[in-house]
């Protein structure tokens, strides 16, 4: 299979090109030429399969014989490693957990992934390579982890000092091996200006192969369709036509990956973009205008994304067409107080506790309800552990710690580092 670009600027190039390069240098994205429809037997199957045979059944049509089937089949169970169970709320919502892995949130599905097939690679083909990542937090942990030991592949992690959580900057700074933590004095926009400004250095770039683990990378992305048939395969037979997903969203991987679901030929009846304050794409689906913005702190942190990336590919999958797009999907959002309201009385009335994230998912499927009967289901995508005090003020209870997270205190090992380039450049090319 090979994949283009959105800008249509560069040669398609194939499944390995593309997750080296993880941006196209005409600066578009990258997209599977052809999206397949799996038969229907697939679909018979799917309530009896497990979550790992369900991802290598739709993974390997994109991956293309690039990584052998038995390889393949290893890194899905590897990527895999944890459920994704579909909890019920009520009656009409579900909650499909998607924290139940190392860092607690989605993206540890996509960074596992993304590893495993970047080392493939490197090792059959003795590739080196240097990932660089410029993380607010929860990317930052979820790479470090995915990414650990893993031969040939270096990882730098570029996270502004003393604004991330304790909790996140412990994921990032203690496993050491072949992950390095840059401390950077500044924001998150410095940290991302480095990385953006080492990919532009045409020498560094021939010194070292430099690549993103940023959402913006294909085998990130596809991956996290698979939790969508699996969701739909853990639904009661009766409500299997009646899906509806929503999605809390920042750069819009999430839904990109369950409109190609969808495109597969999984049933789904709609989908829901739901967003904090930071609304440019719900504003786009109102009133057909996509304008970003600068974006702005909410308690729902990890969307705060003013230029979401990944809408392109969303328009890409419905041809560039507003009207086709409106069609499947509808933006909702909400403000920080709505959201504080909806996790304090989702837990009152049906004793669930819901992250500030999957609250904001949550509201949406309230507002779509009132003119339509479906069954929501919710991309819980954080555990509530990683929002403890925001939760907590509402639930006025502790939230439970989960049994598979490992509080370890082990010794911070990040290097401070000041937001210049020269200084980045020179400890690339020396490392
Ligand atoms: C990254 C993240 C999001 C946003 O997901 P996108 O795919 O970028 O839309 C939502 N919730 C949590 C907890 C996240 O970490």
Redesign the pocket.
Known sequence: MKFYSTKGQVEPVNFQETIFRGLPADNGLFMPEMIPTLPSSFFDELPQMTLPEIGFEVLRHFVDGEIPDDELKTIVEETLSFDIPLAKINDSVYALELFHGPTM???DVGARFLARCLSYFTKKNHRKLTVLVATSG??GSAVANGFFNVDDIEVVILYPSGKVSGFQEQQMTTLGGNITALEVDGTFDDCQALVKQAFLDDNLREAKQLTSAN?INIARLLP?SIYYFYAWAQLPADLKTEAVFS???????????GLIAQKMGLPIKHFLACSNSNDTVPMYLWNGKFEPKPSVATI?N??D?GN?S?FFRMLDLFDGSYKKMINQVTGYAYTDDTTRDAIRKTYALYGYIL?P?GAVGYLGLMDYFRSQTATGIVLE??HPI?FKQTVEEQILRDVPVPDHVQVTHLEKKSIPFKADIDAFRTFLKEK
Do not use: I
């Open positions: 949130a989605f993206k929860d990317t959402s996290q999605v809390p969203s920042g750069n819009y991987g999430n839904l990109s990956a729902s990890a969307m994304v979401p990944n992250d994230h995508t954080a990683k």
